[in-house]
């Protein structure tokens, strides 16, 4: 069946840049009425946050009322709430208040979390604490995608143009939605005993080759690094062979019980303050004892050391000079 949507389309330019996002205003909702419910998102904040949201909590009233979004904070739950009022005219700004409490409650400055309200910024937080079980390997793993000084995160940041920040078990990443696919990839790779220095490399020469328009429609491929994994073989530890026993049809001879081991010893028919007495005896012996080899160690470092018996050379004949073996011969051949 032919095709009947190609047809010619005289609004549609070539000067008409078809990617960019206009901003939403009060005339382009056409019913200008309210919204008919009420939409409202929580989300909770952890306990050493809530001084810092206190703080700052007047300014994200003000930030939100701009878009006519009311927002509650609950010091008691311990909660961050968002809702739409009956001027609220936009109605994917609620989601965008959603980013801003959850950004907020994963430790990113009010300054920088801000910025989600605004129509080409995006958020994404990604979660990090059940990819490795090991709570070392974790840490270490971590460790290496912040990188010695946050270098590493610097320069994901600049190749991403995206706003990162590494917290507990999550990584919070802000920025053009492009930007973030390539941070969840890093971050989940470096989880995953990739070092990210690898996803940088290739960013780098990406940013490369898009400044060069006649690679355009061609394939990238043959100019990013192939990086193959190398198992280092280790030594495995040699086993020792245990010695075969003898076989015998006869069971090992039965232990003797703690009572057997009191009557030989005599003890088990003392009474009870006799064996205490004895207790304390050998208590005291063995406190002796080690009493004894404390004050020997401690004896040692007053013991002069041995020196040398001094000996004068003067007076003494000196010694004769052994001759050479070549002073024999010599005197052989003549």
Not at 62 to 85: F, P, Q, W, Y
Not at 247 to 264: G, M
Request: charged fraction near 35%; charge should be positive; include cysteine.
């Amino acid at each position: 069946m032919v095709s009947t949507n190609n047809k010619e389309k005289p609004w549609d330019t070539p000067d008409i840049d078809k990617w960019t996002i206009e901003e939403f205003k009060p005339e382009d909702n056409a019913s200008g009425l309210p919204f008919m419910e009420e939409s409202s998102f929580m989300t909770l904040f952890p306990k050493y946050r809530e001084k810092y949201l206190k703080s700052i909590w007047n300014s994200v009233t003000r930030a939100l009322d701009k878009h006519h979004i009311a927002c509650v904070l609950d010091l008691v739950e311990g909660s961050m709430t968002v809702k739409t009022t009956r001027k609220t005219y936009d109605p994917s700004i609620i989601l965008k208040a959603r980013d801003l409490i959850k950004l907020l409650a994963r430790s990113v400055p009010f300054q920088q979390a801000v910025k989600i309200l605004e129509d080409d910024m995006a958020c994404d937080v990604i979660k990090i604490g059940n990819v490795v079980t090991n709570k070392e390997r974790f840490v270490k793993r971590r460790q290496r995608l912040v990188g010695p000084n946050g270098n590493t995160l610097k320069a994901l940041e600049l190749l991403t143009k995206c706003y990162v920040l590494v917290q507990g078990n999550t990584v919070s990443a802000m920025g053009p939605f492009k930007g973030l696919k390539e941070v969840r990839r890093v971050v989940e790779d470096c989880m995953k005993n990739v070092h990210p220095i690898y996803h940088i490399k290739e960013l780098m020469i990406k940013r490369e080759l898009a400044n060069k328009p006649e690679l355009a429609n061609e394939d990238w491929s043959r100019f990013l690094p192939m990086f193959k994994k190398r198992n280092v073989a280790r030594k495995k530890p040699k086993k020792i062979r245990k010695e075969k026993k003898v076989y015998t049809p006869f069971p090992p001879a039965q232990l003797p019980r703690k009572v057997d081991l009191e009557i030989e010893s005599g003890e088990y028919f003392l009474s009870k303050r006799e064996k205490e007495i004895k207790r304390r005896e050998e208590r005291k012996e063995h406190q002796e004892g080690k009493q004894k080899e404390r004050d020997t160690e401690r004896q040692k470092d007053y013991i002069a050391p041995k020196e040398e018996k001094y000996s004068s050379s003067i007076g003494k004949p000196a010694k004769k000079e052994k001759k050479s073996h070549h002073d024999d011969e010599d005197s052989m051949e003549e």
